[in-house]
């Protein structure tokens, strides 16, 4: 059915800005300073879990740039789902992507762009106020209108965020390794990491665990897969090229930070004042700009992947009204039934993820971190397209489609094994030591599982494989 595909709009630039604008939204400000906490300071030990959590992000996008070089349809994970396992396995991860991971991150980037714009005109505001809310409600719902309305806009607005937010990672690189060198106080970080008390294992993983959160989000640059041109060729570029220019742009930014603060300061203060310690009050409120600018990116990137979501289901007849969802206006050439939908699942997650970080959490238990855990599941997911892979295509390229997807199931249950260390055990030990219970990655599976059995309700034999009329497959080596 023409009228139900999307248009080829996309290049090989949005789409490398793609990757790199979602991945590094909020997440790098924050995520150094608490890596910097569990460390206990330690640059060495902070600065090997942004290398572990970037060396697993660039193993698994090889091997998803690899499927994307054979596979190709509507929405990239999908698609290579389908392919490698079949027509059900494929079904259940595009509706866990639409109904928890899409939506619980782009829920997530809203109240941080809020929080952001927020603490701009006032450091002490309260960012789990209902003003804080309302404006995440705003900056939601206006992503939203960008991307169904204009899609085209929303491509250009990812390509003009994703380089101004790397105004101030790349000032900090330069400005601040250089004045780190000068002053001495990068020499002097590395040095205090020798003497770092409460640097081991743990620590390590309770890193990269907050570094993971940082590094996740290349996956979804594959949901604009049938909007790509030349998607075998583009596809795989940007996502190793634009993984590889993320874990560069981390690593050089934690060590520039130490030119502008000492990693006392940078731990209990945060990045903000190494800025304002390097340029002055407007230099750190140029800053907190960016940041904001940032953050509406990768909210824009997330909403951008959000209203493809349920459409990549609802095209291949499964779901709730696949003939309803799978519709493309033609005025807009977008989904627009299916991104209402989208928008109600992030409304959902927005009101979850407020009430569960209340003081008194509204769900007890059921609190949990929504923008960290389904890491936990989408990395399980992995595994078995890995595996069977392996066993399809192995014997074609033995360091393509054996050597790496095999690397590519070790990064995954590392990965796994950090979320259940970080939200299982850590937890259950800071609650444990005031005579409480937590264990907030059991309740997310309890939530997960319920999801993902109501989702199996609305399940459809599909008429169509991947190797039929409307989609391309290529498995020979070039």
Known sequence: MEDNKLKERYGLFTAICMVVG?????????????????????????????????????????????????????????????AIIGDRYAYMIGWFLTTIY???????????????????????????????????????????????????????????????KLIPLAVIVVVGTVAGLINGNTVSAFADSFKASGGSATSVFAGIGAAAFAYEGWIIATSINSELKDAKRN????????????????????????????????????????????????????????????????????????????????????????KLLSHVDPYTEMPMNAGAVSLLFCGVWFFYFYAANLTKPVFGPFSFDSSELPILTIYAMYIPMFI??????????????????????????????????????VKYKEAAASGNFAFPVLFYLIVFAVIMAVGALFYRKSESSLEGDNAEVHSSEE
């Open 388 to 425: 069977l892979f392996i066993k399809k295509e192995g014997k074609r390229n033995i360091f393509k489609n054996t050597v790496m997807p095999v690397l590519g199931i070790v990064a995954s249950l590392f990965m796994i094994f950090v979320a259940v260390y970080a939200h299982g055990i």
């Open 102 to 164: 899409y939506p619980a991150m782009t829920a997530v980037l809203a109240w941080v762009s809020a929080r952001y714009t927020l603490v701009l005109f006032n450091p002490a505001a309260d960012i789990t106020s209902g003003l804080c809310m309302a404006l995440g409600a705003l900056y939601l719902v206006g992503a939203y209108v960008l991307n169904v309305i204009s899609p085209k806009l929303a491509g250009k607005f990812q390509v003009s965020s994703t380089v101004i």
């Open 22 to 82: 979602i991945v590094i939204g909020s997440g790098v400000f924050f995520k150094a300073q608490d890596i910097l906490k569990y460390t206990n300071g330690n640059m060495l030990l902070g600065i090997l879990a942004w290398v572990i959590g970037g060396v697993i992000m660039v193993i698994c996008a090889f091997n998803f740039a690899n499927f994307a070089t054979k596979y190709k349809k509507v929405n990239g994970i999908v698609d290579y789902a389908e």
């Open 235 to 322: 596809l795989p570029i940007a996502l190793v090229v634009g993984s590889l220019i993320i874990m560069g742009v981390y690593i050089t930014y934690f060590i520039g930070l130490t030119g502008g603060a000492s990693v006392d300061v940078l731990m209990n203060q945060g990045s903000t004042t190494a800025f304002k310690n390097l340029f002055g009050n407007v230099g750190g409120t140029v800053f907190n700009v960016l940041i904001v600018i940032s953050c509406l990116g990768t909210l824009n990137g997330l909403m951008l992947a959000s209203t493809r979501s349920i459409y990549s289901l609802s095209v291949r007849g499964h779901g709730p009204a696949p």
